[in-house]
């Protein structure tokens, strides 16, 4: 499936941004979908998980500040960041996850000003 990730910008710190992330294909049967992040200079890290079912997982530099959702009849995986921290600068990637991370989209760039 090929995703396309969409939702970044420029924001001040403690502001919010809604990451969506649609899927050429039906997520549906896709066990995992989740949204990792990478940092210039630093390896790309996991933000937060989403079961088929819906149950989510946080990293924990993310916990109490993310919540991660998926519209499986649109296709369409969503993470909505509050409260947002300058260390949170990166180029976020969905994925989806099929015994591993198999499918990414090309990334959209979140900078959080101070």
């Known amino acids: 499936v090929q995703l396309q990730a969409s939702g970044g910008g420029l924001v001040q710190a403690g502001g919010s941004l809604r990451l969506s992330c649609a899927a050429s294909?039906?997520?549906?049967?896709?066990?995992?979908m989740g949204w990792h992040r990478q940092a210039p200079g630093k390896q790309r890290k996991l933000v937060a998980t989403?079961?088929?079912?819906?149950?989510?997982y946080y990293g924990d530099s993310v916990k109490g500040r993310c919540t991660i959702s998926r519209d499986n009849a649109k296709n369409t995986v969503y993470l909505q960041m509050n409260s947002l921290k300058p260390e949170d600068t990166a180029v976020y990637y969905c994925?989806?996850?099929?015994?591993?991370?198999?499918?990414w989209g090309q990334g959209t760039q979140v900078t959080v000003s101070s």
């Open positions: 989403i079961t088929s079912g819906g149950f989510p």
């Open positions: 994925a989806a996850c099929r015994g591993s991370w198999s499918d």
């Open positions: 294909g039906s997520i549906s049967n896709i066990a995992v």
